[in-house]
């Protein structure tokens, strides 16, 4: 499994629809200072669920939309498209692409869907759980991240071997029944 293509509009400073496709492998993204590097990186975490404006450096949810330079109108709406090549059907969905999508409106209004078809946030996180990807996992370090792993907390360093081990989604079913 592998990121093989990101879309946004009007996320951050992509104004306009923006198509990066990636190769297996490594990909390594170059520009100038404040090109949208951190931008392109932050898109990948939001689609995947990340819900904390500040992690991406903004204040509220609505500083991902495109909001306007001294040429160019701001837009109302931010969408991040991320497609998974799931040849090797590491994720458990039986598809050979995976395409994830989350949008968002200046009213507030989010939108998620798997595959073109409209879905919760949940469904996203469920389908990622444990596979190593998801905004809460080491699959996107970001600066700072990394002395963390080291600086956090015993209970907070277990749940990454958890992660890693596959058994975060059983405690999830455990807590969820417990629930009901
Ligand atoms: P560096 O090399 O300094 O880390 P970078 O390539 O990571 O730079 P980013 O931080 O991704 O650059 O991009 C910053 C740019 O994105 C800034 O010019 C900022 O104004 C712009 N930007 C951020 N949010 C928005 C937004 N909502 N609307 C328009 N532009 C935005
Ligand atoms: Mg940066």
Redesign the pocket.
């Known amino acids: 499994m592998y990121l093989s293509r990101i879309e946004m509009t009007g996320f951050?400073?992509f104004a306009d629809k923006t198509v990066i496709e990636f190769d297996k492998g490594i990909t390594a993204v170059v520009?100038?200072?404040?090109?949208?590097?951190?931008?392109?990186s932050e898109a990948i975490r939001w689609v995947l669920g990340e819900q904390s404006a500040k992690s991406l450096r903004g204040s509220k949810m609505e500083?991902?939309?495109?909001?306007?330079?001294q040429q160019r109108k701001a837009v109302n709406l931010a969408k991040v498209t991320i497609v998974l090549n799931n040849e090797d059907r590491y994720l458990d969905y039986d598809f050979s692409e995976i395409s994830i999508a989350r949008s968002y409106n200046r009213n507030g209004e989010s939108h998620y869907s798997i595959n073109n078809e409209s879905c919760r946030l949940k469904d996203i996180v469920d389908l990622l759980l444990d596979s190593g990807l998801g905004k809460n996992n080491f699959s996107m370090i970001s600066q700072g991240k990394v002395e963390n792993i080291f600086l956090n907390k015993p209970e907070e360093r277990r749940a990454i071997f958890e992660e890693a081990a596959g058994v975060q989604k059983y405690q999830m079913r455990k807590l969820e029944a417990e629930r009901k």
């Open positions: 951050k400073s520009g100038p200072n404040g090109s949208g590097k951190s931008n392109l500083d991902v939309i495109f909001n306007g330079t």
